[in-house]
T-cell receptor, first 115, second 113 residues
Framework: GENVEQHPSTLSVQEGDSAVIKCTYS??????FPWYKQELGKRPQLIID?????GEKKDQRIAVTLNKTAKHFSLHITETQPEDSAVYFC??????????????FGKGTHLIIQP | EPEVTQTPSHQVTQMGQEVILRCVPI?????FYWYRQILGQKVEFLVS????????KSEIFDDQFSVERPDGSNFTLKIRSTKLEDSAMYFC???????????FGSGTRLTVV
């Protein structure tokens, strides 16, 4: 099955600086890579995703990059704000060829924005 | 914005008892999922459901677990004989045409005592 590794487990940055979280995956057939943000006690919320036919995707202060050769993808948050403080999870699906694929999640990165 | 609704928000049960966790997915969605998250840990896939049958399940989803879509709107997870280690937050999710574009419900916190 798919194996997703996520680093770092904790990331502390000054408000206004950039944050980068990295993930690697094992299944070379995986074709979809989402990032979720989870605030304390709340549900995971999709913040950005990328498909394997694209190398980079940006949405305002958030961007995701994908390197299929190296099997890694990264989340970039620029101009960080206090409300960015949360746990961020990357995920990837195993390729099953149809139906509803489950996602394998990374262990999460606790992002702390220092004022 | 449409939501995935889960009930109850918190369930406390005695070890060995059966529990049913309920979910109402977004009405025009086609793919349904259950995930769990043990406190402080990552989100783990349990099972996916499409076209009225289980599409995929993880090794966590053993014989004590079952899922049903009894009436075209509800999607339930049954745990037959709960164990202490089943204590976790259980999230339901659904997605539409793009099968990975999940919307998660707000979760049911299950506490087994």
């Amino acid at each position: 099955g798919e194996n997703v590794e996520q680093h770092p487990s904790t990331l502390s940055v000054q408000e206004g600086d950039s944050a980068v979280i990295k993930c690697t995956y094992s299944d070379s057939a995986s074709n979809y890579f989402p990032w979720y943000k989870q605030e304390l006690g709340k549900r995971p919320q999709l913040i950005i995703d990328i498909r394997s036919n694209v190398g980079e995707k940006k949405d305002q202060r958030i961007a995701v990059t994908l390197n299929k050769t190296a099997k890694h993808f990264s989340l970039h948050i620029t101009e960080t704000q206090p409300e960015d403080s949360a746990v961020y999870f990357c995920a990837a699906p195993p390729y099953s060829g149809g139906g509803a694929d489950g996602l394998t999640f990374g262990k999460g990165t606790h992002l702390i924005i220092q004022p | 914005e449409p939501e995935v609704t889960q009930t109850p928000s918190h369930q406390v049960t005695q070890m060995g008892q059966e529990v049913i966790l309920r979910c109402v997915p977004i009405s025009n969605h086609l793919y349904f999922y259950w995930y769990r998250q043990i406190l402080g840990q990552k989100v783990e896939f349990l099972v996916s459901f499409y076209n009225n049958e289980i599409s995929e399940k993880s090794e966590i989803f053993d014989d004590q677990f079952s899922v049903e879509r009894p009436d075209g709107s509800n999607f339930t997870l049954k745990i037959r004989s709960t164990k202490l280690e089943d204590s976790a937050m259980y999230f339901c999710a659904s997605s539409g045409q793009g099968k990975y574009g999940y919307t998660f419900g707000s979760g049911t916190r299950l506490t087994v005592v």
